[in-house]
């Protein structure tokens, strides 16, 4: 629970100000009552994240005049006033300038709470876009796994405690939460980071090709071997070699990656020359390569020789209060690189934050944030929320094709746009896939990186 939203309350009559404090703290508020202005504003500043309620006519300083002065600490800083019918014009003129409202003598207490309470709403608002702002600014690349729950927490200090030994390592994650950016932190933090971090993804290879990736070939080895590749094993020696969804790696590459992992040494395609290597490896997996259901074809051994040290990457449906920081992160990288302006934290916004599963992880949060940089997420609420007002009056099959175009949606942003990992994830046949495209008017290119077709 959020704590009580901070008053300060000024008036020079004591008796109102006595009673406006009680009626404040009844509705749930924290009150600071002054009955001379001058002694109030040594309690306000920038950082206030309150809200002001104060009379017009004062002694010393009037309301007007108080208002110039918080107006000078903070524009955004609320400050109701509470004027009498002689004082309106002032009000208004005030208003014109930026105060948030003004309350007529004498008035009710709906009317005030509901005033206070709108305009306490409106602070937070502003502090948190504030903090994001702030926090987002300090998240540099250089800094990456962003996150103040306590598992992100753990995970960042487990990170310094291993990054500076030799020590091979096992990364479990589910898509998109950001493997690759623990492994490259682990070499960053590393005494190997003057050498290479070298990435693989054993996913995206057939496997007459991988071999030649890893261990390297000589001239004429092969087929097309036209001359002499070095492979990533190598080329990773006295740094880091970061092998991404190891799960798909071919069996027979397996049992050469077990040999490389207990002599620390590499055999070229077409050679018997045995190359020493100074070796790091961090392994990746989406799946849980400890359980023997899900390992399937996956060497058991190569798994446990693999398994020195396990981290486990949280998913984002799991640290949801990390969501609105991430979301600032992405929103401000992508704000720099479309010359945009920052989307303020609005209330749906938040909200949808929050409720979103998130199955793509961070890569289609980051997603998210482009695309509300670029002001569409606006038209895809707007749509939702009008969606969800007639779902009541839709037919079954209009039902379903609604269901089924935003499952497209996601699984496109979960994988980056590509067309081969949506097409096994949804099950569907490639032309099916197009076709449903079509229909709903989905742009698959807007899921790619930066717009690009893959």
């Not at 009580?4 to 406006?20: E, F």
């Not at 729950?149 to 950001?178: C, F, K, N, W, Y």
């Not at 990533?232 to 077990?258: A, C, K």
């Not at 395609?269 to 490896?281: A, K, S, W, Y």
């Amino acid at each position: 629970m959020s704590k009580p939203a901070s008053i300060v309350l000024i008036d020079n009559d004591r008796d109102l100000l006595m009673a406006t404090r009680q009626t404040l703290e009844l509705a749930g508020f924290t009150v600071e009552a002054f009955d001379n202005p001058l002694e109030a504003l040594k309690r306000i500043n920038a950082d206030f994240e309150g809200v002001i309620v104060t009379d017009i006519r004062m002694p010393h300083l009037d309301g007007h005049e108080l208002f110039a002065r918080v107006r000078a600490m903070d524009g955004e800083l609320p400050v109701i006033l509470v004027t009498g019918h002689g004082d309106i014009a002032m009000a208004v003129d005030a208003m014109k300038s930026g105060a948030y409202d003004f309350i007529t003598k004498p008035f009710s207490t709906e009317r005030l709470v509901q005033t206070v309470q709108r305009a306490a709403g409106m602070r937070r608002l502003v502090m948190e876009n504030r903090a994001l702002r702030q926090a987002a600014h300090s998240a540099q690349d250089g800094l990456p796994l962003i996150g103040q729950t306590p598992a992100m927490e753990r995970l960042r200090r487990t990170l310094r405690q291993i990054a500076d030994t030799d020590v091979d390592v096992l990364i479990v994650g589910e898509t998109g939460s950001g493997k690759e950016v623990v492994a490259s932190l682990l070499h960053q933090w590393s005494r190997r980071a003057k050498g290479h971090f070298v990435a693989l993804n054993c996913g995206t290879l057939p496997d007459s090709m991988i071999e030649s990736e890893l261990f390297g070939h000589e001239a004429g080895a092969f087929t097309g071997a036209q001359k002499k590749r070095v492979g990533r094993i190598e080329h990773s020696s006295g740094g880091t070699l970061f092998l991404d969804e190891i799960e798909s790696m071919p069996l027979s590459t397996q049992v050469q990656m077990l040999r490389v992992l207990e002599m620390r040494e590499v055999t070229p395609l077409g050679t018997n020359e045995v190359r020493p290597v100074d070796l790091r490896i961090v392994a990746a997996a989406k799946i849980d390569l400890g359980n023997p259901r899900e390992r399937g074809d996956f060497r058991e051994d190569l798994y446990y020789r693999l398994n020195v040290v396990t981290l486990a990457i949280p998913p984002v449906r799991e640290r949801k209060a990390d969501i609105p920081l991430l979301f600032a992160h992405f929103a401000q990288r992508a704000a720099e690189r479309f010359r945009r302006e920052v989307p303020a934290m609005t209330p749906a916004l938040e909200r949808h934050l929050l409720d979103h599963d998130w199955p793509g992880n961070v890569r289609e949060l980051s997603h998210f944030a482009e695309r509300a940089v670029l002001g569409l997420h606006v038209a895809e609420n707007e749509a939702v929320v009008a969606e969800a007002a007639s779902f009541d009056d839709l037919s079954l099959p209009e039902r379903v094709d609604m269901f089924e175009a935003e499952t497209i949606r996601q699984t496109l942003s979960r994988f980056d746009g590509d067309v081969r990992q949506t097409l096994e994830a949804l099950k569907i046949p490639r032309k099916t896939f197009y076709d449903k495209l079509q229909r709903y008017g989905i742009v698959r290119k807007e899921f790619s990186p930066g717009g690009e077709v893959s």
